[in-house]
């Protein structure tokens, strides 16, 4: 019995926030489970398993690319190709995410300090930071990888979510003030799913919102409130509005009806490996302007 409520215990805990969990027979079988990922994911950080995806953001006035967001894949020799919502949570309840997300911040500053040595010119990059990674040493982490790189602190954005702020509000505070005196950007991801909106725009250095690709779902001609609030809320803090999972040209046109400022979705790009995102933009005749336009 004691067995079976610590096993119920850490399943409620793994939801995050207060709940209550009751113990079931297949959740031993989903710990073994996550037990053999966690060792899985040790010898794949150690046999450099793991690699980014790039998906550009495009400019909704100038269709020019704003920038793009790296994105953790683990290519595995036995599952495959692993999405990060299935990593995530155990790397970061094993501490594999820190230095793993060393490594993610040096290889995309590396990759966006490339693409300008290959006359793509200036795509800033964001990277995705975790909680545990601001309990250590992330002000250092990032200025050994933009020192090892040559990138321009300009040049690098973070990607930050609500939970994180809500659990760790003051631990992200004071690194996010010193990068921001850097002239490093912010954004604040998942934006109105969370707990602490209105006070993470108004109290901390956050340049970009995103908004969460459930409401860019739920988009439709007149009925658009919850995104138009985001919108006019961050207009009058002077954040910058992305949309997120922006997938048909009648989001698109409604996110500019709206006035928001950039998207991300596969309208234009999937997230692509780092070859794969070059070639894509060698294959633009003017590799920095994506028309806006219905057949894109």
């Known amino acids: 019995m004691i067995h079976n409520a610590d096993v119920a215990m850490y399943h409620a805990k793994r939801g995050g926030g207060p709940r209550v969990a009751f113990y079931q027979a ?30 550009p953001r495009v400019d909704l006035k100038t269709g020019r690319i704003a920038g793009v967001e790296a994105l953790l894949r683990w290519r595995s020799p036995v599952r495959g190709l ?35 040595s290959e006359g793509f010119g200036r795509i800033p990059v964001a990277v ?14 990032i200025e050994l990888a933009l020192s090892a790189s040559g990138l321009p602190h300009e040049d690098l954005e973070l990607e930050i979510t609500e939970s994180l702020l809500f659990r760790d509000y003051e ?42 690709r459930s409401f860019v779902q739920a988009l439709q001609p007149g009925r ?16 910058r509005v992305i949309a997120e999972g922006v997938e048909t040209v009648e989001q698109r046109d409604v996110l500019i009806e709206l006035g928001c400022d950039e998207m991300q979705g596969h309208l234009y790009a999937l997230a692509m490996s780092e070859a794969d995102f070059v ?3 060698r294959t633009h005749r003017k590799p920095h302007l994506i028309a806006i336009s219905d057949d894109t």
């Open 224 to 239: 658009n409130t919850i995104v138009a609030a985001i919108i006019n809320v961050a207009y009058t803090l002077g954040v």
């Open 128 to 141: 995705n930071l975790s909680a545990a990674q601001f309990r250590g040493s992330v002000v250092e982490d």
């Open 26 to 55: 297949e959740m031993n079988a989903r710990a073994l489970e996550r037990l053999d990922l966690g060792t899985e994911l040790r010898w794949a950080l150690d046999r450099e398993e793991f690699e980014l995806f790039y998906q």
């Open 171 to 212: 631990q992200a505070r004071v690194p996010l003030e010193k990068l921001t005196a850097k002239g490093i950007r912010s954004a604040l991801d998942d934006f109105g799913t969370g707990y602490s909106s209105l006070s993470s725009l108004h109290n901390l250095p956050v340049h970009f919102v995103k908004i969460d």
């Open 82 to 116: 692993v999405l990060p919502e299935r990593i995530i949570p155990i790397l970061e309840e094993s501490g594999l995410i820190v230095p793993l997300g060393r490594k993610a911040l040096a290889k995309a500053c590396h990759a966006a300090m490339q693409w300008r």
């Open 279 to 281: 070639s894509w933009l």
